[in-house]
């Protein structure tokens, strides 16, 4: 087996233990791969509910995050040099077009992803390797 295609099926199963929703594997150019993941998280509009909402925003946050680092020391041990993330706080970079590429969902008129079982409700978190 690749080794690609050992850190998809390690990955898969680590991220099962994280409340991952969601969750896909692209090769975006040449040798650059993504594996992409989807969170449940409310889209309550922030003023609405908001101690509730960033509650909510924070734990995924941590669950998130405990994901991609166990991910990435999976990738790490099977040789690849060059490791990067993006997460739920992520300032560089838009997400949505990868998720809609992985099967996510298809784009809503307000721009967000929408899944045919889970709507609008799930954050997406990605990590790129080569």
């Known amino acids: ?72 020391k999976v990738i790490k041990s099977v040789g690849y040099k060059k490791v990067w993330r993006k997460g739920v706080f992520s300032f560089y970079g838009d997400l949505r077009p990868l998720a809609v590429e992985a099967g996510f969902g298809t784009w809503s008129k307000n721009g967000l992803i929408t899944n045919e079982k889970y709507g609008t409700n799930f954050l997406i978190t990605a990590i790129f390797f080569k």
């Open 1 to 72: 087996m690749k080794k690609r295609e050992v850190v998809i099926q390690k990955a898969y199963k680590i991220s099962e233990k994280h409340n991952v929703i969601l969750k896909g594997n692209l090769r975006i150019c040449g040798n650059v791969n993504c594996l992409i993941f989807a969170h449940p998280c409310k889209s309550t509009l922030f003023y609405k509910d908001f101690f509730n909402v960033t509650k909510s925003i924070l734990k995924v946050n941590c669950d998130a995050n405990r994901n991609i680092r166990e991910i990435k």
